[in-house]
């Protein structure tokens, strides 16, 4: 598989996260997504990030080392959102997971966004998204949003790699 590069202009929030084992953590953060390391933090902490910012996701294994994924029907964490730039931003890493046969938990359409859903090692949720120019956003009659959640069309998203 080709080197992949997360691009520059991506945003997401700070997010620090416990995990089990941090180079299985870093084949995905690192390796599949493209994030790139900015700094270890001796053998039980990664801060990876998205440009060259100072770090964008922090990956610890401070009090989880080993453990399994926390119960999904408890408190926590839904999901990391990291937003791409563009729509063909979307496709290409779409389609490096798919080549990949990583496995997807869903891919909707929004109406304001377009987002492909999954879990990282650990079972934590990570969405993938890109925003529609907002002048696209649905509106009800009093401009306020109108969001949906309707099925991703797949070979139209993909389509914008040969565009």
Known sequence: ME??????QTRI?????????LD?????????LGF??????????VFISAGGYHHHIGLN?????????????????YHTAIVYPSRK?????FNRL??????L???SDHGVSEAIYLNDPDGNGVELYWDRPIELWPKQSDGSLDMYTKALDIEDLLREINE
Do not use: C
């Open 24 to 32: 299985r953590s870093l084949g995905f953060y690192r390796d599949l």
């Open 98 to 103: 798919y080549t990949s046969n990583y496995p």
């Open 61 to 77: 294994t401070w009090q989880s080392k080993g453990a399994g994924p926390a119960d999904p029907r408890s408190v926590g964490l």
């Open 105 to 107: 938990t869903g891919a």
């Open 3 to 8: 080197p992949y590069k997360i691009p520059a």
């Open 36 to 45: 790139e390391v900015t700094m270890m933090y001796g053998s039980q902490a």
């Open 13 to 21: 929030g700070h997010v620090h996260l416990k995990v089990a084992d």
């Open 89 to 93: 931003d979307l496709a290409l890493i």
